[in-house]
């Protein structure tokens, strides 16, 4: 499954509305308190060999929001400018697994271009303890561990009622997934939907995990969300999976 929000405000909202500053190219300060970005001028490869103009950068940002004390948090990004005429906002890409580099994955679009460097600047961003980020967790890389199997060997220990809340926005936000996705069912997603008023969602049929982003049907609907509009369907058909035989 994959999530595409439209950016929201608050505390939580200080990555997004940094780069947006940052990727509509305005000098001025960041708001006080949400943190400061560093940045360097850059280049990425693309698959006829040349290069795209990109900047790479870090933000850093208070580790707990509206309280005295405390470390810092610090997310390496990188952006690459949009190829289109007319270019919208900028697209954030945050990687899945946990542990895999939004950077890398944006690479990785530069390569492959030039959907969906046509409709804005993508920031790929490396998330706390990721890739060129800092490191902070006590088990090093080993971000895929299952964390919730931790609490067997921490006696009592409880995060509380507030961390097991559903999650609720009135922000706008559009769910692809795999009708045959067995990390993240469509059941996950129609139950994140009930608490999300301004939610859509759009089911691949024939397709697991790992989304053909290439299809032009899917491309769009996901087109037609960033540019402020809902999609207009909400299954996609693609032809089924077919499996080779057990030798």
């Known amino acids: 499954m994959t999530c595409f929000v439209v950016r929201g405000g608050g505390p939580r909202a200080a990555l997004p509305l940094l780069l947006t500053t940052f990727a509509a ?12 970005l560093e940045l360097d ?11 795209l103009p990109a900047e790479r950068g870090v933000l850093i940002v208070p580790e707990r929001h509206g309280r005295d004390g405390g470390g810092s948090i610090e997310l390496a990004f990188l952006r690459i400018r949009c190829t289109g005429e007319d270019p919208g906002p900028p697209l954030f890409l945050l990687a899945g697994g946990p542990g895999s580099s939004g950077i890398e994955k ?16 993508v920031i790929g961003i490396d998330q706390r303890g990721v890739g060129a980020s800092k490191r902070w967790c006590l ?12 609490l067997d060997a921490a006696d009592g220990l409880d995060c509380g009622a507030e961390f097991r809340r559903p999650l609720a926005t009135d922000v706008p936000v559009l769910l692809v997934a795999g ?4 990390r993240t069912p469509v059941r996950n997603a129609r139950e994140l939907l009930a608490s999300m008023p301004n939610g859509h969602l759009v089911v691949v049929e024939n397709r697991g995990h790992d989304l053909p982003w290439g299809r032009k049907a899917i491309r769009e609907q996901i087109i037609r969300f960033v540019r402020g509009a809902a999609p207009t369907v909400t299954h996609v058909t693609t032809e089924p999976v077919e499996l080779a035989p057990p030798r």
């Open 179 to 182: 009708d045959l996705d067995c």
């Open 41 to 51: 001028a850059t280049t990425v490869a693309t698959a006829d060999g040349g290069t």
């Open 139 to 150: 088990l090093g890389d080993a971000i895929n561990f299952p964390a919730h199997l931790l």
């Open 25 to 36: 190219g305005q000098a001025a300060p960041a708001p006080a308190g949400l943190g400061r």
């Open 106 to 121: 944006v690479r990785d679009i530069a390569l492959r271009g030039p959907w969906p460097l046509d409709l804005g600047d």
